[in-house]
Structures are given as structure tokens and as C-alpha cells.
């Protein structure tokens, strides 16, 4: 399966991916890291194992959203890549967009969705008082932070947490489900059923 990793920031996300590619028996490999950040840590990432990066400003770009996603879905497509995978991509994508690449591009979210959408989640975790919060993988829609839910990891909120200590703890996680949800898509072993439920089918 080949995989366009879209990224916004530092990308420790990007390189568990990249970790992940390196074992042979590893079903998926990645052609493009693309940013909206020129200076985005992850794409130092991507460059240093070796993979093509591209970066266009979304800042004055000319044509608005529309214009930017299509110039963004040119470049996946030039690449081949099966896949389109959002991680830290902090940058709203068109209906479009979503409408191109529909069943064949997934985000990861630091909470458990439907709880706690949009920015500031680990605050407003903490806030809200739960006990337990943690990361989804889902299929990505054109509402935010909705869609299909691939995958979850939960971890406790502790006593004396803050939003940093909480992120990292959930950012292990991420690390760990991101990687083995591109596995069983690659593996051909996911599937959404029109109620919008995800399955994952045994290995064969
Ligand atoms: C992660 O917490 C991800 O869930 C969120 O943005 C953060 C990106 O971190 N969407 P990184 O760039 O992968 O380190």
C-alpha cells in the first residue's frame, strides 16, 4: 500500500509510520510527505529516510481552499499513493477533498470521538473531569473530526496531570494505533458498513 503522510508539525506520528515501514514484513510504504507548513519538523523526517517531501504554503495561496486541496490531491496522485494519511495535518480540507480521496483517507485524533472534537482536546479532557481518555483513527468525512471509527487506544487521566503530561501519554498510543490501522487497511482486512460502522476482519 503506498501511503501520502500529510503533516502539519514536529511529525512523531509520521515517524512511527516510517518506523514501521522499515520491517519487511510491513505491507505499506510511503511515497509523499506533504506539508503546509514549509518548515514543518516532519518533513526533516521524511527527508532524512529518504522520501520525497513537497510543502506548499497554504498561507496567500492563490484560488483559497479549493484551489490549494486540488493542487494537494495533483501531487498525491502523481505519486500513486493508495492512501492518504492525516497526522497532525492542523489544516481543514475541503468537501472536495474528502469527496476525492473518499474511504481512502484517515486522521488520528488525541481523544476519544465523538468526545471532545476540534482543538484544545487534552484541556478540555481535563476539564470535563473524565477519567480515561485516549486516540481514534477514523475515516475522514467533510465534518470535522467525524466519520467511521477505525481504531481506539484509552489511557487513564492521572492526578496531577496537565494538558502536556496527558498529550504525551495519549502520543504513545497514537504511535502504536496508527501504525497497525495502515497494516490492516493494507492488509484488506477493514471495512465500513452503511451505518458507518468499521469492522476488522481476522488475518487470514
Ligand atoms: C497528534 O496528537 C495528533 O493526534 C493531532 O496532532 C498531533 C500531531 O503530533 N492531530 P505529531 O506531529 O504527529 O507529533
Redesign the pocket.
Known sequence: LKLAVL?S??????QAIIDACKASDYPAEIVLVFSNQLDAG?LDRGRTAGIRTEAISHKGYAGGREAYDTAVSALIEETGADLVVL??Y?RLVSTSFVQRWQGRLI????SLLPSFKGLHVHQAALDAGVKFTG?TVHYVVPEVDSGPIIAQAVVPVLPGDDAGTL?QR??KQ?HRIYPQVIRWIAEGRVSTNDAGIVTIADAT
Open positions: 503533516v508539525g514536529g511529525g512523531s506520528n509520521l516532519g497526522a497532525g492542523l486522521n488520528i485524533h488525541p486516540c498529550a495519549i502520543l497514537e
